[in-house]
């Protein structure tokens, strides 16, 4: 593809929202370090931003179809990943990250991708997921990897892929009424799942139905979910950035992981209610240009590799935001470009950068089955 080809081709729309959605992380992530008064967090992940946006182009310059070919032994490297991290030391309590020199591979980030990866390439051309015993192997698929990252322990990330299974299942051609049997049954095992939870777990899970607003701040897991409402509110409509609003009070901003997990509510605080619609904004443009890619690409891979990786930036923003706000329980997991963290940020552009390339090249229709079964 010649540079004048390329250049028209982009789809500059996801580009200035990929953009716009890192630098407003990184105000957050600025007024971060200046409320805590320590830390180069916003130098740190303006040098990963500055990694990051290339990547993401690099990755439109070839056919992402020569990609099916890697698809099952990328899987393959990013389950020996997952297990590899058993053996290193833990950092902060967790088993999550693999020592380069001097920065941290987090292997779950490139799990999510491999398994898009891998979903995509199973769900290609085959048919047998119109049948509900057919779902199995989709299902062992999502579970081998969620279950190595649920015990690092990671509960944030490995909620992320069965919104991804789903989703995919689903743009593949799988019965609807076949998917809504599958949730029913989950649903049916909640009371299991909360028995094999720990203390800790579930904790996590009450403080979202006894939380407080205002008051003294509780001790434990409510903890983050008083601060983090109380940080928010701090903002107001117009935020501090154009409030001119007086720090006299810094035991009131204290919030950990205030420029990773809950950076949204940094986002809030120095932008106001406005500056955190005009976040869901550029979410939502940025969904409904995935969307419109997908739907517009006849390659059953491409199409399928455009949904996963919507639905994967997608889940991760409910749940982050969901937390943040008190209407999920809190889970260690980013809110994508906008988080402190360079292999979330990496992989979050690698993702996107696949989805430009789907996009470049919307592919030819190679058989009339895929996407057109009736659900």
């Known amino acids: 593809m010649s540079p ?37 967090f916003f130098s740190r992940q303006a040098m990963w931003g500055a990694v990051s946006i290339p990547a993401m182009l690099l990755m439109t310059l070839f056919p992402y179809r020569r990609l099916k070919h890697i698809a099952a032994p990328l899987f393959a490297l990013s389950l020996v990943l997952l297990v590899a991290v058993y053996f290193f030391p833990p950092r902060s309590g967790a088993q999550r990250w693999i020592p380069l020199g001097f920065l941290f591979l987090q292997p779950s980030e490139l799990a999510k991708i491999a398994f898009i990866f891998a979903l995509a390439h199973y769900l290609m051309f085959r048919s047998n997921y119109r049948t509900l015993l057919g779902l199995i192997p989709p299902f062992v698929l999502t579970f081998v990897p969620m279950g190595l990252i649920l015990k690092e322990p990671d509960l944030g990330t490995s909620l992320v892929f069965m919104p991804i299974l789903f989703a995919m299942l689903f743009a593949a051609g799988a019965r609807s009424r076949h998917l809504v049997f599958v949730t029913i049954a989950g649903i049916a095992m909640l009371p299991v799942l909360w028995m094999g939870m720990s203390a800790e777990q579930r904790s996590r899970v009450t403080a979202v139905f006894t939380q407080q607003d205002g008051g003294t701040a509780p001790k434990g897991d409510g903890y983050h979910l008083h601060q983090s409402k109380q940080v928010l509110a701090l903002g107001g409509v117009w935020g501090s950035e154009f409030g001119e609003m007086p720090i006299d009070d810094r035991a009131a901003y204290h919030l950990p992981a205030c420029r990773t997990d809950f950076v949204f509510c940094m986002v809030g605080e120095r932008w106001g209610f406005f500056g955190g619609m005009a976040t869901f904004g550029l979410y939502l443009l940025l969904f409904a240009q995935g969307l419109r890619i997908a739907a517009r690409t006849r390659e059953p891979f491409g199409r399928l590799l455009a949904v996963g990786i919507v639905a994967l930036i997608a889940t991760q923003v409910v749940i982050n935001t969901g937390m943040t706000v008190g209407l999920m329980p809190v889970t260690g997991i980013t809110l994508p470009l906008l988080s402190y963290g360079g292999s979330s940020l990496l992989t979050t552009c690698l993702a996107l950068g696949l989805l430009l390339n789907v996009g470049m090249r919307p592919g030819y229709e190679m058989t009339a089955e895929p996407f057109r079964w009736a659900t």
Request: aromatic share 8%; net charge neutral; hydrophobic share 50%.
């Open 4 to 40: 004048p080809q390329w250049f028209l081709r982009l789809p500059w729309g996801v580009v200035a929202c990929t953009i716009a959605l890192i630098g407003l992380g990184l105000t957050a992530i600025d007024r971060g370090d200046v409320l805590s008064q320590a830390g180069t």
